[in-house]
C-alpha cells in the first residue's frame, strides 16, 4: 500500500535554507520510499492530485496532517556520535574532565556489559529512548565485547531503527579489567561484528539498515599494532565506516601528539589511513585550521558534541570555522559525556556554543584592537615613525602586526565578528558571508541535525531530507499542548501563530527546537514503517 502524509512539512535543503510548506504532499511506496512530492496543494485539489497521479481508490492510504494547528512533518534526527553502553551514566560525572572521568565512570560502566542479560535489559531501554528521542539515525558505540554488540545490532535490527554499531578497539592504556589483551583479538572480534551486521536481513527497500564501523576508541587507547591492522581492514573494506574521537580535550591533545610523536592529532588518524570520506570524527573542539584543510580534503566529518563538551569542560568546537573550510558537521549527543540523549537539546546547545564562540570572537578582536592601539601609542611616543608617513595607524598596524592578514578597517565593519588574522582566515564562499564566529541560525542548526548528519554518516543520498528516491525517516511533530508539554504552546500564544502559514510554519520550528520534547515526537518513521514516538509505546513488529 502506498502511504501519501498531507500538511505542513519543514524539509532542509541547505545550510543556509529549508522549505517551510504548509500544503504538502508526499507519497511512499511499500518499499518506504519516497515516490513523490507535491508542494501547495489545497485541501480541495487533494484528491484529483492524487487521481493525476494515477492512483485509484484504495491502492493508497491517505494520512492527513492539516487538520490541527501546530502540526508538521520533519526528517528523523541523526545522532553521529553516541555511546550505546554509557546510558546508565546519564546526569553523573560531570565534575571530571575527560582522561579521569574515562577511568573513573566511562570504564567500570562499559565492563558491565560483558554480562549478556544486563545488556539485554539495558541495551533495549536505550533503543526505545533513542528512538523516543526522535533519533531515526544513531552513530552507536559500544564496549569492547563482541558478543554483547552483535546483541545491540540484533535489538537495534528489531526495533527498526537505522544506525551505524562498532565495537571500541581498544588494547592499550585501559584499566586491567576493561581491555583488549593482544591486536589480533580485537582485529578478530571486530571482524566477526562486521561479518554479522553484513549478514543481516535487509529493509523493504533491500538496503541495509543497521551497518557495521570500525570504531578505534581514540588514539590514546590503542597500540600502533592496533592502528596500523585496522587501517589495513579499512582500506580492504573501503565501504565500512570507521569512528573515534578527535582533539576533545586539551590533555588529551597533547599526550596523543607526544606518545606518537606528530604534528597532530589528525596527522596520526592520517598515519594509519583511518580519515577518509566515511570517517566519523568525534568532538574536533582543539583543531587547527591546519588539520581542518586536511580533514576537509580526506573529506571526513566531524560529528559536534556541544553537551559533552560543555558538560566535561572540553571546550567549544568552532563549528562556523569548520563549515567555512568545507568539513562535513553534524550533532552528536555523545551520552555519557553529554547527559541529554536528545538531538533536540543537542540542538539547543549547539546554538548557545556558537554564541559563546561569538561573544569570545568579539571580545578577543577588542583586546587585539586595543593592543594594537597600545603599541601604536608607544610606537609614535619613541618617534619610530619614520619613512611611513601620514596615516599612522595604518602604516604602523601593518609594520607592527606582522601576522595580521587583514588589517583594513572596512574588512572588519564587513565582517563585525569576524576574527581576523591570527587565528583564521575564514573565507566566504561563493560570496556569502562565512559562519566563523557568528551564531548558528536555526536553518543551520536544523540542517546539522538532519541532512548534515546523514552527509557525516555518508547516508546524504538515502535520508535527512524529503527527496524523491529518499527513504521516509520522518517525525511527526505536534505542538498541541494535548501533547501534555505546556512550554511550546502554553498559555498566551497568539491564536494568529495557529494558523498555516509559511511564516507561522517557521515559528512552530523553532518553538519546536527550543521547548519541545518527547512528547511532541507523536510518531517516529524509518525507511517508512512507524518504529516510535509518543502516539505508539508498542513497537509495532512489521516486515521490513
Ligand atoms: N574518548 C575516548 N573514549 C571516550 C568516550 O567514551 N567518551 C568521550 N566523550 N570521549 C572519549
Ligand atoms: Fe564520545
Redesign the pocket.
Known sequence: MINIYYGPIVNPKTLRHYDALPQCLIAVGYDGNIIWVEDDIEASALYNTITARGLKDGEYNLVDFSKNPGEFIMPGLVDTHV?AC?FPNLGIGGDYE?LD??FEY?FPT?AKFGDHKYAKRAYNDVIDRSIASGTTTSCY?SSLYLDTTILLADIIHEKGQRAFVGK?NMDWNCPGYYIERTPEDSLEDTKKLIKHILGLPLSRANEPLVHPIITP??A??CSNKLLTELGKLAEQLPHVSIQT?IS??RK?VEEAMRRFDAESYAAVYDRFGLLRNNTVL??GVWLTEKEMKLIAKRGAGVAH?PT?NFY?S?GMAKVGLLLDHGVKVGLGT?V???YNPSILYTIQMASTASKMVAVQAKLDEERRQQRLAHKCCKYRKHGKRGKHGRHGKEDTSSDMDSDSNSNSEAESARHPNHHEGHHHQSKPCHGLPPFANQKLQTETLLYLATLGGADVCSLQDYIGSFEVGKAFDALHISLDDACGNPAVWGAGVDDKEKERTPKNLRTWLERFLFTGDNRNIRRVWVQGVVVGGADNHVHARVDR
Open positions: 555511546h554509557q575527560l572521568w574515562l566511562v562499559e558505540y571500541c576508541r581514540f590514546l587507547s574521537h576533545e580535550n588529551e568525534g568532538h558534541c559533552s566535561l572540553s555523545d555519557g559525556g553529554g
